[in-house]
Structure formats: C-alpha cells, structure tokens
C-alpha cells in the first residue's frame, strides 16, 4: 500500500516568508510525528499527534512554528518569518495507535521536504 | 535527554563485526533502531521492549539493558548494504510513543 508522502519534496525560500510542509500519514495510522533534521546531524522531535489527543508540542523550538492535524489524516507544519537556520530536511513519520497493534509502534517515515531559507 | 550512541563512526570491511551502544539518562520502556542512508528516509530495524530481550534482524541483533538504560546494536559479518547512520530512538517509561533519537553513529562498510 501507499506509505507516507509528504509535499513539497524541496522548498527554498527567502528569509522572512511562511512556509507550509505538508503530510500524508499511512491510511489509518493514528499517530503522526514530525521531525527536523539539519545536515549531518540527528533527528530532533517537533510535534506528536495521537487521534483526537491534544497534540505534544514540546519540541516546537520557536512560537514560529505551528502544526494542525485535520481528524486522523493530512497535518500541515507551517514555519512562520522563515529564518536561515530553519534550513533543514523536515520528516514526518506515522503509526498505528497503540491499542490497535500488538506490542510496538513502529514509525513509517515520509521522503522528507528538503527546506532552504536564502 | 538526548540519548547518546558510540561511537560517533565506525568504518568496516566487509565480513567484519561492530557494535554501537545507545545511552539514556531516563527510565525507559523500549528502545528503537533505525537505519538511514544517505538521502533516504530512516527505516525501521527493530523494537526491545523492557526485560532485556535480545532481537534479530537477519544478521543484525541487539539487547536492552533495562537497568542500565541502555542498548547494543550489533552487526555480524557486515555487507556494503549495513552503510548507513544508525539511530536509536528511546520511548520513556512516563511518555511512551514519543521517540527521542540519539545523535547517531556512521557506518560506512568498504569491500
């Protein structure tokens, strides 16, 4: 079946602008994640949503960045006033809902949106 | 509270064994492994759960250490497809289905 899409594959930018990046999560999985990952480095936690939870927002790094979710399906991640070092590869990941699989939440990932801020 | 893998790169021929170790500071529930080429999205290689099970994954096997809060990564007899950066990624006994990825170590395998 179809895995996780995401969209724009590569945004550039000038410094200033909003950007939206867009999510398709796996036909239903509940759970959807994004990340930030900067060249060479690791993945750092953005935002987790799980059904109709309110969403952990704790690794957003700036009140710039904001994430919707719209019922179990699409999720948007919009960066506003779009800064140089918010230059990354911006994944976003989904899962089944822990009470629908047998023991492990296993992270389907998207190809990523490539983001570069001039 | 990012967990801490070593080491940072590990460079192999192929057929050679390597280990790479994933530490946290927290209490944990399970612990994931991932595998990330170049370019490419991560994949997915294995769960432990708590109780210190050992798990496979064709010639790749790895054990967590409950108490110690920690977990190895071991590859046997290495292939030039094992290239990659590997990622553990720890879910914490208090908030379980969030992943914290560790900084990730560098395979590279030469023939």
């Known amino acids: 079946g179809a895995g996780v899409s995401q969209s724009p594959s590569n945004k550039v930018t000038e410094k200033g602008k909003d950007v939206e990046l867009r999510c398709d999560p796996i036909?239903?999985?509940?759970?959807l994640y994004w990340y930030r990952q900067r060249l060479g480095q690791g993945l750092e936690f953005l935002i987790y949503?799980?059904?109709?939870?309110?969403?952990?927002k704790s690794g957003l790094p700036s009140d710039r960045f904001s994430a919707e979710r719209t019922g179990e399906s699409v999720s948007t991640l919009t960066i506003q006033r779009t800064q140089q070092e918010d230059s990354a590869v911006y994944l976003c990941?989904?899962?089944?809902?822990?009470?629908?699989?047998?023991?492990?939440?296993?992270?389907?990932f998207g190809p990523g949106t490539r983001l570069t801020v001039l | 509270q990012q967990p801490v893998q070593s080491p940072q790169a590990v460079i192999l021929r192929e057929g050679e064994d390597a280990v790479i170790n994933c530490s946290s500071s927290?209490?944990?529930?399970?612990v994931h492994w991932y595998r990330q080429k170049h370019g490419e999205a991560p994949i997915f290689l294995m769960i432990l759960l708590k109780g210190g099970e050992q798990k496979g994954h064709d010639k790749i096997s790895a054990s967590f250490n409950e108490k110690k809060q920690q977990s190895s990564l071991y590859l046997t007899a290495s292939q030039l497809s094992y290239s990659g950066t590997y990622f553990c990624g720890t879910e914490s006994k208090y908030n379980t289905d969030k992943l914290i990825f560790g900084t990730g170590t560098r395979l590279q395998v030469f023939p």
């Open positions: 949503f799980q059904g109709n939870s309110a969403p952990d």
């Open positions: 036909s239903g999985h509940t759970a």
């Open positions: 990941a989904s899962s089944l809902d822990r009470l629908a699989r047998s023991s492990y939440n296993e992270q389907f």
């Open positions: 927290k209490a944990l529930y399970s």
